[in-house]
């Protein structure tokens, strides 16, 4: 039998959506005004699933507080009132779309967990516009 357990977090962060070989035209015309060139911001919602077997000792798929610890080091530290394109390693090359955005957490949690549990990550960049990543 396998469980689903989530925590919800929250970050906010800023961002620009460019590709630098790209001409301003073409970055514009993709992009929008998620282009600026002085950064706009988001406040992120975040709900980490995992899933997995009960535990029989502790009757815990994982425990709530452990996950919360890791979200809490590996992503709210790294990403909270940050600029990800100039302050988080990971998008010096990578454009931070929501879509990469969330592959990278998937990837930062996925790499602290248990090999046993399964993983799906959905941001929120608005909360409207929302992307989903189970690693697949």
Partial sequence: MKITVSRKAHFNAAHRLHRPDWS???????FGKCNNPNFHGHNYDLTVSVTGEIDPETGYVI?????????????????????????????KNLNPTAENI?????????????????????????????VSYAGI
Avoid: G, M
């Avoid at 046993?116 to 990550?121: C, G, H, I, S």
């Fill in 102 to 130: 969330v592959v990278v957490i998937y990837n930062k949690l996925k790499a602290v967990l248990n090999s046993n549990l399964e993983l799906q990550v959905t941001l929120f960049e608005t909360p409207r516009n929302f």
């Fill in 24 to 30: 301003s035209e073409k970055n514009d015309s993709v």
């Fill in 63 to 91: 425990d709530v507080k452990i996950l919360k610890d890791f979200i809490k080091t590996e992503i709210e530290d790294a990403f909270d009132h940050k600029n990800l394109n100039v302050d988080v390693l990971e998008f």
